[in-house]
């Protein structure tokens, strides 16, 4: 009897020592859900965060396009507006040319004829102070009226008249 006194208490230590130790894996499989309840709570925010940023890169994706696209329009307005500056400044180019080319003839023709003014004045003092002293004599340039409401000399050249 003492026996199975023993043995009854040995198998009641057992027991209490399985189900401390029962006891301890619940606890320890408790701890272990609360970690992978935490652990799949972080994962989930990860990937909320890396969506986030999946979205925010597309948006900021989205934004240097159209920053691209704006630069490149901007680009091709420039060239255009250059371009057009260019035919501008041609343009300008050609026609102070010939403002240069008209205003030289003319001040070659007003040059002409202010020395045929002169040579007319010359003539025609020359003409008053013969007629003062009695004297007639014959100059070869004498005045003409010209259609054109300009004076010339009879033996100017063909060239002034056409440069009028």
């Not at 408790?30 to 992978?36: A, D, F, G, M």
């Not at 989930?44 to 969506?51: A, D, G, P």
């Not at 925010?56 to 989205?62: I, L, P, T």
């Not at 002409?112 to 003409?127: A, G, I, V």
């Amino acid at each position: 009897m003492r026996q199975q006194k023993e043995q009854i208490e040995q198998q009641l230590h057992d027991t209490r020592q399985q189900k401390e130790q029962t006891e301890q894996q619940l606890r320890d499989m408790r701890q272990q859900k609360e970690l992978t309840e935490q652990q799949l709570h972080d994962t989930r925010q990860q990937k909320e965060q890396t969506e986030q940023q999946l979205r925010d890169m597309r948006q900021q994706k989205e934004l240097t396009e159209q920053q691209l696209h704006d630069m490149r329009q901007h680009k091709e307005q420039t060239e255009q507006q250059l371009y057009d500056l260019r035919q501008q400044k041609e343009q300008t180019e050609q026609q102070l040319k010939e403002q240069i080319y008209v205003s030289e003839k003319r001040l070659k023709i007003i040059t002409k004829l202010q020395l045929k003014n002169k040579s007319l004045k010359r003539d025609l003092c020359e003409m008053v102070q013969n007629a003062d002293t009695g004297q007639i004599t014959q100059t070869t340039n004498f005045i003409d009226y010209n259609p054109r409401n300009s004076i010339v000399s009879r033996n100017s050249s063909d060239d002034d008249e056409e440069d009028l």
